[in-house]
């Protein structure tokens, strides 16, 4: 482990100096896609004016003789656009591939002033952050960029999990974490054949009632990542990095996809993946917090004062803990709201009918 008094030094010399805190920028969709399929490709312009993050993809969902073909379309995608305020991230090969290394120096070194964070698959431990990390700085230095890249770890093997933790604070590059469901159910040999979501088996049942087994008993299907997804927020938020849902499959099922954005969203995540356009929207909807939530949350901070004590509103107790989770909800209003003025329109609209 290195010294707390070392952490912030730059692991290579002339690399620079690692950043002290993850900026909290709007993440809501990090929306993928192939920079080897030229029609996608052309289209990036126009999906970065959509999206938060616009995310080249070098890995999964590429095929392998077009991995060469995928990494010199994004030096281009990336050379060729001014995104403005959107972000520019990819997603490298595993780092037991033919490709990784082959990925890094070349976007380091042709656009690492355009990239800002690297998605890094199959982390199994801190192990491979720190390799990730050494080198970068090495790539960083050759390269003369004076902003360090960032990384960002998809939990997609049980090792993954059972070291979250150990992951989300093995660099001060760490940026986030996604949950990636479709190859953490494969390592975990779950049995499912799904990317995400959740699965008709997977359910309680109501008690009998008067021996009836079979009659008349309610079933409630349970969501199969509650579990990951809440022990990844707590090490995101222990390590004050940000924590996404990943990809939702069945790009069709519109509701479902909506529904699994929702409960991550309200377990802490900031964001979610769009692997098609029709999800972008989906994405924005569920990690703005709703304007009737954001005006509530308003609400109650005026009337708290100070934040201390406890008030009665429409009912409701509220004290110094309530309070603070309306500072949440207020405070990612205000950050969206900054760069989306219509969301702040919405905002201020339901604000004052609640303060009326
Ligand atoms: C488990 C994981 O690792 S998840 C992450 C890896 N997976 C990915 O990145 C997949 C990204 N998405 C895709 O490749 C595509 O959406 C697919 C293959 C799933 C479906 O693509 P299509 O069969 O073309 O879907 P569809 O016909 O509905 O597309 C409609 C339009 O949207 C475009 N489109 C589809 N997905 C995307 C995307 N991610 N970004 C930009 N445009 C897209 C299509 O090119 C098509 O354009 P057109 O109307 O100009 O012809
Ligand atoms: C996100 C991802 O890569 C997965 O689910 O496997
Ligand atoms: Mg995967």
Not at 42 to 52: C, T
Not at 113 to 133: F, Q, S, T
Not at 157 to 171: F, K, R, Y
Not at 245 to 250: E, I, L, R, S, T
Request: aromatic share 6%; net charge negative; hydrophobic share 45%.
């Amino acid at each position: 482990m290195r010294s707390p008094k070392d952490f912030f030094a730059p692991l290579a010399i002339g690399a620079p100096d690692p950043v002290r805190q993850i900026p909290a920028l709007p993440s809501r969709m990090i929306h993928f896609f192939d920079p080897s399929n030229e029609k996608m490709a052309a289209k990036a312009p126009e999906l970065a004016a959509k999206v938060d993050v616009l995310l080249g993809n070098l890995e999964d969902a590429v095929k392998a003789d077009r991995k060469e073909a995928a990494r010199a379309g994004l030096v281009r995608v990336a050379r060729d656009n001014d995104f403005g305020t959107t972000q520019l991230w990819t997603r490298v090969n595993s780092l037991d591939s033919p490709w990784v290394l082959d990925d890094l120096v070349t976007l380091v070194t042709e656009i690492g002033d355009k990239l800002d964070v690297i998605m890094v698959p199959k982390v199994e431990g801190a192990h491979d952050i720190h390799y990730v990390d050494r080198l970068l700085a090495q790539l960083e230095a050759r390269a003369g960029l004076t902003k360090p890249l960032l990384v960002h770890a998809i939990l997609e093997t049980a090792s993954g999990v059972a070291n979250v933790e150990e992951i989300a604070g093995a660099s001060p590059r760490m940026q986030g974490i996604s949950l990636g469901p479709a190859d953490l159910a494969a390592s975990r040999r779950m049995k499912t054949t799904r990317v995400g979501g959740g699965h008709p088996g997977y359910l309680v049942r109501t008690d009998p009632i008067g021996g009836e087994l079979t009659e008349g008993r309610t079933t409630y299907q349970q969501d199969l990542w509650h579990y990951t997804v809440a022990r990844m927020v707590d090490a995101c938020v222990l390590h004050g990095i940000l924590p996404y849902y990943g990809p939702f499959g069945d790009i069709r099922d519109v509701v479902a996809c909506e529904d699994q954005f929702r409960n991550a969203f309200l377990l802490g995540c900031v964001g979610a993946w769009s692997l098609h356009p029709v999800q972008i929207d989906i994405a924005r909807k569920v990690f703005s917090p709703a304007p009737g939530d954001v005006a509530w949350a308003r609400k109650v901070i005026a009337a708290m004062g100070d934040g201390t004590g406890a008030v009665l509103i429409d009912g409701k107790m509220q004290d110094d803990a309530s309070v603070k989770q309306c500072r949440v909800v207020a405070e990612l209003a205000d950050a969206l709201a900054a760069s989306d003025p219509e969301l702040a329109e919405a905002y201020d609209a339901a604000t004052k009918e609640a303060l009326a």
